[in-house]
């Protein structure tokens, strides 16, 4: 399809493994970012790549998240040790074009529901 | 980077108009604002955004105030399909990441 895929839809996993999301952006689209979506907290961004620059990761909760994009394109986020507090929708968004502009159109995947227990 | 303030539930009938409002007196006169919604169990998509005049869209219209400060997004005819949560998201330096707020729930009753 010509929209942001995301995998797995669902996750269920237990407290303390490590777990990897994926994202494939549209398709020539050269910024992709990372967002969680909770229960108490709403939306927040957590990490943004553009191009071969040196991604904005200001917004990783703690040194258990990571993620990196390879060729340009896929995306994987990744959870070590998971926590019950982990516990969300992730969701991945994509954009055209380069750099700060006017046009801030992002086109966010269905996103992944990540279940820790 | 600005900030925004929205009412955090509305209701409306169908086919009726619906006025969306949204502050954001700390715009700065460079910088746009863009509208995203949320339908139940999907991610955000982008609405509309605009400058200084009002700008009008396939989806909505967006009405900004002559100071600026303020905006409202329209939707000129509600249907039950647009019942979600609307985000008024300020501009933010450098990363264009979207900070989101509460949002407005609308809800569309039949």
């Known amino acids: 399809g010509a929209g942001v895929s995301q995998s797995p839809s669902n996750k269920v996993t237990e407290k303390g493994k490590d777990v990897e999301l994926r994202c494939d952006p549209i398709s020539g689209h050269t910024a992709l970012y990372w967002y969680r979506q909770s229960l108490g907290q709403g939306l927040e961004f957590l990490i943004y790549f553009q191009g071969n620059s040196a991604p904005d990761k200001s917004g990783l909760p703690s040194d258990r998240f990571s993620a990196e994009r390879t060729g340009g394109s896929v995306s994987t986020l990744t959870i070590q040790r998971t926590q019950q507090e982990d516990s969300a929708v992730y969701l991945c968004?994509?954009?055209?074009?380069?750099?700060?502009?006017?046009?801030?159109?992002?086109?966010f995947g269905a996103g992944t529901r990540l279940s820790v227990l | 980077d600005a900030k925004t303030t929205q009412p955090n539930s509305m209701e409306s009938n169908e086919e009726e108009p619906v006025h969306l409002p949204c502050n954001h007196s700390t715009i700065s006169g460079t910088d746009y604002i863009h509208w995203y919604r949320q339908l139940p169990s999907q991610g955000p998509e982008y609405v509309i955004h605009?400058?200084?005049s009002n700008v009008n869209n396939r989806m909505a219209s967006l009405a900004i105030a002559e100071d600026r400060k303020s905006s409202t997004l329209i939707l000129h005819r509600a249907t039950l399909r647009d019942a979600a949560v609307y985000y008024c998201i300020p501009p933010v330096q450098g990363a264009q990441k979207l900070v989101f707020g509460q949002g407005t729930r609308l809800t569309i009753n039949p």
């Open positions: 968004a994509s954009r055209d074009g380069g750099g700060p502009g006017a046009k801030n159109i992002q086109y």
């Open positions: 605009g400058l200084t």
